[in-house]
C-alpha cells in the first residue's frame, strides 16, 4: 500500500495477559499522540479483542488519556504500562477462513467504515498475529482501504522472526528473581530434598530457561532444567537427581509444564485436566506434581513441587524495565509504520551487533503466524538436562533495569480502564 | 536475674524461613556492635539452629560483619537483612524435656562453657520459642548462668503476646500485591470462571486475611475469603461462588491451606500426602485443587487453583520496609534486654495507641510458646466467607513500605552466608 490513509485507528489486545501487554497498548497511545492528528485522527480501544469490537464495545483512548490541553497525560500512561494484563481486555476468537466466510468479515468492514477506522493495531501471540494476517488476506479482496498491524506479544518467546517478544523479560525476571528466592529457602535445612519448580511454556522452553539465570549472575542455579524442546525420559531424570543428591543435598529442578515422554505423552498427562483452549491447545497442570510424585516412590527422599502459574505473566511489581521500555517501543513503531503506509505486517524486534540494543522492524505477517521458535538445540546441554550460558547471555539483557512502580498504601497503582 | 553478665553470644534461626528473618539476625549484629563489648565479647552463629549448634557447626559474625576498623559493615548487613531465608540454616529440632534428658541440656551447657558463652538468642516461630523454653528451664537447675531470648518470626502471625510476628508483614505484602496482579489478569476474559487461590496457614487465618488488602486500597479484592478460624461448609461455599458469578464474570477465592469440614477433616485432605513434620503437623497439600475440583462437578464453569507455596515466606523482593524494620529492631531489643540481665523471654511487639507505631517488649516466654493466636471471630463476617474492614485495617499498617532493594544484572543482590 503506498496511499497514506488518514482516519480513526483502533486498538486491541488478544490472548492471555503479560506484564508488559498494557505497555505495547502505552506505545500505541504515545504514538498516536506523537502523531498529531496527521494520520490517525482518533484511538477507540476495542474492549475483550476483536470479540467487543463486533458487539461495538469500544472506548475512545484519546479522550480517556488526553489532558484538557488535548496533550498526553503521560503519569496516566505511565500508570497504564505498569499495570499487568490487559487493560482492554481480552479474548480467545480464532477468526475463520477469509477466502470461506466473508460474511464475517464484511461485517467486521462495515464497522471499520461506521467508525471511520482505517488503522487496525492487534496485540498478541501467536493467534492474534493469524487474526492480522487474515484480515490483511481479505482487505485484499476489499475495497476498503485500511492498514493492519500486528504487535506482538507473548511471555513464551516463540513468535517466529522477532528476537524475542514483548512481556518475555518481565516474566524471565520474574522466573529468576522467584528460583533465586526459592534457591535460598530451599538452602536452610540439611535433609536431603528435591524441589521441583514448574514454569509456564507448552512447546517452547524460554521460560524455564530464565530459570537458570541466577548461575550466571550469582551463582546460584537450579541443578536440573528440563524443557519440552528435549524429550523426556524417567530414568535418565531419577539418575540426574541422585548424582545432584550427592554433591548437595537441596536439589531444585526447574521444568517446563510442556515436557514429553518420548511416545509423545505429557509427563503431565496423568494429572491433566483433559481439557482444550479455543485453538485445541491441550491444557496442562501438574507436571511438577507428576514428578513429585515419581521422585517420592524412586528415591524417597523429602520432595515438594512449586507451580509458579499465573504470577509468571502478571507479576507487574516484578517487571523488567528492558521489557516495558521496548514493549512501549514497539507500539509507537507499529503506529509509524502504519502512518506509512505499512499493512500486513508484525512489528519485530532486532537485536543490533555489539553492546545490548534493539530495532524495531515491520516484518510480513503471512511468515510469521502459526508458527513455534523453539530453543534450538545447541541452546540445551548434551545430556539435554540444562541451558547452555549461551542460551543464558542470550536472556540476560532482557531482563535489565526495575520500573519506578508507584505504591500506594502498600500495593503497587494499577490503572484500571473503566 | 540480676547479675550482669559478660561473654559471647550466638545467635540461631529456626523452623521455616521468611522474607524477614534474616533482618532480625542483622539486628541481633546490630545490637551487638552496639553494645561494643561491654556485655559481648563476640558473635557467634550456629549453622542450622541449635542441631548444627550441638556439632560445633558455628560461624564467627563478628569477624563476618566487620569493617578494618572494627566496626560494623553496614552495607553487608543491609544485604543480609534483604536476602531471604534464614542465612545460617535452619532447623526443626525438638528439644527434649529439660527434666528428663538432662544430657542433652548438660551437652548443651558443656559447649556453652566451651566458647564462653553467656547470651543465647533464638530466631523463630511457635517451635522454636519451646527451645528457649525448655532451655530456660533447664538454666534453673543448672549453676550456669546466662541469658536466653527468643525473637519471634513467623510469617503465620500467630504467636501469643505480640500485636503481630516480625515476617508476617512482608508475607501479607506480597500476598495482597500478587493477589491484586491476579485479579487484573482475571479479569481480561468475558467467560466465566472461578479463580481459587490457595495460601498458607495451617491454624491461623492471617495470611489468608490479608489477600483481602486491596479492598481497602484500590478497591479490587477477592470476592470470598476463607479461613481455618470457620468451619468450611461445601454447599455454602457452592451458594456463595453461584452468588458471586451472578454480579461478575470473574470470581475470585482466597483460602487457607488449613481450612477443615465440621468433622474436622481437612477440605485438602483427599489431595494431602499424609506426612506429618518432626512435631507432627500434617503435611497438607491441595486445598485449592480439591476445592477446583468439587466446583468444576458442581457448577461447571471455567475453573482453576493456583497454590501462592514458597514465595510467601520468601519473596524478598516484595518484602515489605515496615516489617524488615521492625525485624531488625526486635534483634536489637533482644539484645538491649540480654545486657539488663533479662532471660526467658520473647521480644513482644507492643502496638502504640493513635497513628501506628510499635513498642518491643520482654515477654515471659513460658506464657507463649506452643499456643495459636487465631483470628478472632469478630474480624470474620458473619456468613464466614470474608473478613471485616477491622481486620484489614489490623493488618494494613504492617505491609507498608517498600526497601531499597539492590539489584545486580536484573536480580536481586543476595547475602550469602558461606
Not at 493467534?127 to 493492519?148: G, I, N
Not at 511454556?201 to 550469582?218: V, Y
Not at 548424582?243 to 498427562?269: C, Q
Not at 523488567?320 to 514497539?330: K, V
Amino acid at each position: 500500500m503506498e496511499k497514506i490513509l488518514k482516519g480513526a485507528a483502533v486498538v486491541g489486545q488478544s490472548g492471555g495477559p503479560t506484564a508488559a501487554i498494557n505497555a505495547t497498548l502505552a506505545g500505541v497511545i504515545r504514538g498516536v499522540f506523537a502523531d498529531q492528528g496527521e494520520h490517525i485522527t482518533r484511538l477507540y480501544g476495542m474492549r475483550n479483542g476483536i470479540e467487543g469490537f463486533l458487539a461495538e464495545r469500544t472506548v475512545d483512548l484519546t479522550e480517556l488519556f488526553a489532558l484538557a490541553d488535548g496533550s498526553i497525560d503521560e503519569e496516566k500512561v505511565t500508570l497504564l504500562s505498569h499495570t499487568p494484563a490487559a487493560g482492554l481486555g481480552s479474548c480467545r476468537k480464532k477468526l475463520p477462513d477469509p477466502h470461506k466466510d466473508t460474511e464475517f468479515f464484511e461485517n467486521l468492514i462495515a464497522l471499520f467504515k461506521k467508525y471511520d477506522i482505517r488503522y487496525f493495531f492487534y496485540i498478541g501471540g501467536n493467534d492474534s498475529m493469524d487474526t492480522v494476517a487474515k484480515l490483511t488476506e481479505y482487505l485484499k479482496t476489499s475495497d476498503y482501504e485500511m492498514c493492519a498491524i500486528g504487535v506482538p506479544k507473548t511471555i513464551d518467546n516463540d513468535l517466529m522472526g522477532t528476537d524475542h517478544t514483548p512481556g518475555f523479560g518481565s516474566a524471565a525476571k520474574f522466573i529468576a528473581t522467584t528460583i533465586s528466592e526459592i534457591i535460598r529457602d530451599c538452602a536452610v535445612y540439611t535433609v536431603p530434598a528435591v524441589t521441583i519448580v514448574e514454569i509456564m511454556g507448552r512447546d517452547a522452553g524460554w521460560l524455564t530457561a530464565s530459570a537458570g539465570l541466577p548461575g550466571i549472575i550469582n551463582g546460584f542455579a537450579p541443578d536440573l532444567v528440563y524443557l519440552p524442546e528435549v524429550t523426556f525420559d524417567m530414568d535418565e531424570f531419577f539418575a540426574s537427581v541422585k548424582e545432584a543428591l550427592k554433591k548437595h543435598p537441596n536439589v531444585v529442578v526447574a521444568v517446563s509444564e510442556g515436557i514429553r515422554f518420548a511416545d509423545g505423552r505429557y509427563v503431565g498427562e496423568g494429572t491433566q485436566s483433559g481439557s482444550t483452549d479455543a485453538f485445541g491447545h491441550k491444557y496442562l497442570a501438574g507436571t511438577g506434581k507428576a514428578l513429585e510424585l515419581a521422585v517420592k516412590a524412586e528415591i524417597g527422599c523429602k520432595v515438594r513441587s512449586i507451580e509458579l502459574n499465573l504470577p509468571q505473566r502478571c507479576a507487574s511489581h516484578c517487571s523488567s524495565l528492558t521489557d516495558l521500555t521496548e514493549s512501549s517501543g514497539a507500539g509507537m513503531a507499529a503506529v509509524k509504520a502504519a502512518a506509512e503506509g505499512i499493512s500486513g505486517h508484525m512489528i519485530s524486534i532486532q537485536r543490533c551487533e555489539g553492546a545490548y540494543a534493539v530495532d524495531f522492524k515491520a516484518s510480513d505477517i503471512s511468515k510469521i503466524a502459526n508458527q513455534v521458535r523453539s530453543v534450538p538445540r545447541d541452546f540445551i546441554n548434551a545430556a539435554g538436562n540444562n541451558v547452555t550460558k549461551e542460551c543464558l547471555e542470550y536472556i540476560l539483557p532482557l531482563i535489565q533495569g526495575e520500573p519506578a512502580i508507584a505504591y500506594k498504601n502498600g500495593i503497587p497503582v494499577q490503572f484500571v480502564i473503566d
